[in-house]
């Protein structure tokens, strides 16, 4: 990006999170005022605006940098959840590559062989339906039962919800190339490999990526559950549990810790998107036309 | 030894179903090598068809395709020829080097060898300026300029063009085919051309088969005697207009049958 693109970048970035934070204040001064109802009716307010149920934007940020606990010698809340944090994330991070290698044999398979993608897709459809909550335990109790370390049935969960939007994406971005492109491929005798690699290949990564970002957050999410049931004693589901738990004391910590792993989520499809910019020239990305981009388009140069 | 025989090929699509359509039938062609062939005909008539059936891109019902003596398959095994499309379809990912060395690729020709006869290929289509350029950056006539360098470059020595200047404005595609005709003579390749104008099949032939709508039938072939090499002159000359009266004519001859 050019440099003045990028400072207009932040500028708006830094514009709608003060405009956030504008909303939330607002939205409990108008309630503070009215008495729980929006103004000049008597409707009552969808969510209560005092500080038990809506901590001030100030009061969450600074709980982030006091203790997290009334024990002696307790970290920074901030420093507590981000070490929480960085345990989640790993699970995660492990989930999405995974998830992703299987999500993209998936859709090989499937571009391959149509009596794969034909028997196999029901299955991979079902699979999403059934709701993670309830798969979280069963595989922690496998897991415990193997004696594997408590982060792998974590990172299996993570995988779970990370592959499908990959194998979706690669089947279609895999499919993408025009009829022509395939005929060329098949003029030159090229093997099944060479017609994946040189041409499918390519051509499904501008579909690949937006997938990946799904992936990226339905990893973290998938972390996050998979820690609830889990008993575990690190991780972002653990602390989110036990703030949860002393909602009526300390509301703020709660939703300091919802801000953290949001962040998770965020930093995760940054680093995402650098890959994506990396692997694809801004050209290349998928914009409202998707249709196989090999056809020609005329650029700036009118030769 | 022919560049290309057909001899008495069917092309049925769905055969044996209600949905099957009869595109070609009885087709009987002998084309000798260093010819320049235009299939010209109605939409539909099945001239596409015939090219993918020499290209081995689609089997014959009946009948037999031969290639340089070879099966229309094993002349595709042995890359004995190259194609060119109505739409370039060049790999929008690669630079036009790049693309022009992505048969040489597949072949498995060493980095400097295809480097080298991709900038030799780029050179003959006279754009080897462009080869750092991604191809969104060229105009449709460059780009199709390209495309023809990429189905050259691993000289073979036969080529397949469906229309290729289809998509061009009358002045490029003009240009386009005193390009096409130098490169003609200059790799000595025989080419099967398939094409909508009739003015295109008699400027660039050396014979023009005329087709019958479908199922598609050889009505006639036209034996193009202008002299070589065609200048842009050509199509000013009496003779010129003979034939392209005579290919009119067998083509509305067929249509009122």
Redesign the interface.
């Known amino acids: 990006m050019s440099r003045r693109h990028r400072s207009r970048a932040v500028g708006s970035f830094i514009l709608i999170v003060l405009g956030m934070v504008a909303l939330w204040e607002g939205y409990k001064w108008m309630g503070q005022t009215t008495g729980g109802t929006w103004p000049l009716t008597d409707i009552e307010l969808p969510v209560r605006t005092n500080d038990r149920a809506m901590p001030h934007v100030w009061d969450i940020v600074s709980a982030l940098f006091r203790p997290a606990t009334r024990a002696a010698g307790a970290d920074l809340l901030v420093v507590l959840l981000l070490r929480a944090a960085f345990f989640t994330w790993r699970s995660a991070v492990i989930g999405f590559a995974a998830g992703s290698l299987v999500g993209f044999g998936l859709g090989v398979l499937f571009v391959r062989s149509s009596l794969a993608e034909r028997g196999l897709m029901p299955y991979v459809v079902a699979s999403q339906t059934v709701p993670v909550i309830a798969i979280a335990p069963i595989l922690v109790v496998w897991g415990g039962r193997l004696e594997l370390p408590n982060w792998v049935p974590v990172a299996a969960i993570s995988a779970y919800l990370a592959f499908f939007p990959v194998a979706i994406n690669t089947l279609r971005g895999l499919r993408s190339p ?1 009829a ?2 395939s ?8 093997s099944q490999n ?1 017609v994946l690699w ?2 499918q290949v ?2 499904a ?1 501008p579909f690949l990526f937006p997938a990946l970002k799904i992936a990226a957050t339905t990893s973290v999410i998938g972390a996050i559950v998979g820690e609830l049931p889990a008993g575990m004693s690190e991780g972002l589901g653990r602390a989110l549990l036990s703030f949860a738990s002393s909602f009526s004391s300390s509301p703020e910590k709660l939703f300091a810790s919802v801000l953290i792993a949001a962040l998770v989520g965020v930093f995760f499809v940054a680093l995402v998107a650098i890959a994506e910019r990396i692997a ?2 801004p ?2 990305r998928l914009k409202e036309d998707t249709t196989m ?11 | 030894m022919n560049a290309l025989e057909l001899q008495n090929v069917d092309m049925v699509f769905n055969p044996g179903g209600e949905n099957a359509v009869a595109a070609l039938r009885g087709i009987d062609l002998s084309v000798e090598p260093g010819e320049f062939i235009s299939l010209i005909g109605p939409s539909g008539c099945g001239k596409s068809t015939m090219l993918r059936l020499v290209g081995d891109l689609l089997a014959p019902t009946a009948g037999s395709v031969t290639v340089n003596g070879k099966s229309a398959p094993q002349a595709r095994l042995d890359r004995d020829y190259g194609m060119v499309f109505q739409n370039a379809t060049l790999l929008e990912w690669r630079r036009i080097l790049a693309n022009v060395e992505l048969p040489l690729e597949i072949m498995d020709v060493s980095k400097s060898e295809r480097i080298q006869t991709a900038r030799d290929m780029l050179e003959l289509v006279q754009l080897d300026q462009f080869e750092d350029h991604y191809p969104w950056q060229l105009s449709g006539g460059m780009q199709q300029r390209v495309a023809i360098a990429r189905a050259l470059a691993f000289r073979p020595s036969l080529l397949l063009m469906d229309e290729p200047f289809g998509a061009l404005d009358e002045m490029t595609r003009e240009r386009m085919q005193m390009e096409l005709l130098r490169i003609w003579q200059e790799t000595e390749t025989t080419v099967v051309f398939v094409t909508h104008s009739i003015p295109e099949a008699v400027f660039l032939s050396t014979r023009v088969v005329v087709m019958s709508p479908r199922p598609g039938q050889i009505t006639k072939i036209v034996d193009i005697d202008l002299p070589q090499p065609r200048v842009f002159e050509t199509r000013e000359d009496q003779r010129f207009f003979a034939l392209l009266t005579r290919v009119r004519e067998s083509l509305r001859a067929v249509e009122e049958e």
């Not at chain 1, 005929?183 to 090229?190: H, I, N, V």
């Not at chain 1, 981009?293 to 030769?303: C, F």
Request: net charge positive.
């Open positions: 025009a022509t492109a005929e060329l491929m098949r003029s030159y005798a090229a060479q040189k041409l390519p051509a990564l694809i020239p050209t290349r981009n090999v056809t020609p388009r005329l650029g700036n140069t009118g030769a």
